[in-house]
């Protein structure tokens, strides 16, 4: 087994108080594929189901008027007496007429992730933290700190 670097430990006042060995989840293969896919699709299973009414665009009594009309073919509002009597109904292209592909409350919202997988993507993000260059690119300020990782003595 290959020997694990050492980290500095300080005090509460900045002194250099000892080495410890880092831990083995420090060194971990850094994969941001893998912790992008178990992030994007944990942030799924907090989603709320949401559809269209069922009704939505078919709350009107409409037929079409047939051939020989040159008009479309699409069903009509009946009646008279109203701006809203021989328009077109209960299409996707018509004003007020039903959407396509009505959303539906049975769709797929929530993804199960392997366990296996959601580890190695916590382990990964950990490892990431031990690389200053990585925590700098995240636009974190760490130039004043003595090293990174930052271990502090326990004893308060």
Not at 115 to 121: G, S
Request: glycine letters at 10%; a positive charge; aromatic letters at 6%.
């Amino acid at each position: 087994m290959a020997a694990r670097p050492l980290v500095s430990i300080f005090s509460l006042t900045g002194e250099k108080s000892g080495e410890t060995a880092l831990p083995n989840v420090m060194t971990a293969p850094i994969r941001p594929d893998i912790v992008q896919f178990v992030h994007t699709n944990m942030a799924k299973n907090s989603r709320q189901a949401y559809a269209v009414s069922i009704r939505a665009g078919k709350q009107v009594s409409a037929s079409s008027w047939g051939t020989g009309r040159a008009v479309a073919r699409i069903p009509r509002v009946g009646g008279g007496g109203t701006s809203r009597s021989g328009q077109g109904a209960f299409g996707n292209m018509c004003r007020g007429g039903r959407m396509f592909a009505p959303t539906k409350t049975w769709r797929k919202w929530h993804r199960k992730i392997n366990v296996t997988q959601k580890r190695y993507a916590v382990s990964s993000a950990l490892a990431a933290t031990a690389v200053p260059a990585l925590v700098m690119a995240r636009g974190h300020r760490v130039d004043e700190v003595p090293e990174i990782p930052l271990v502090l003595y326990n004893a308060i």
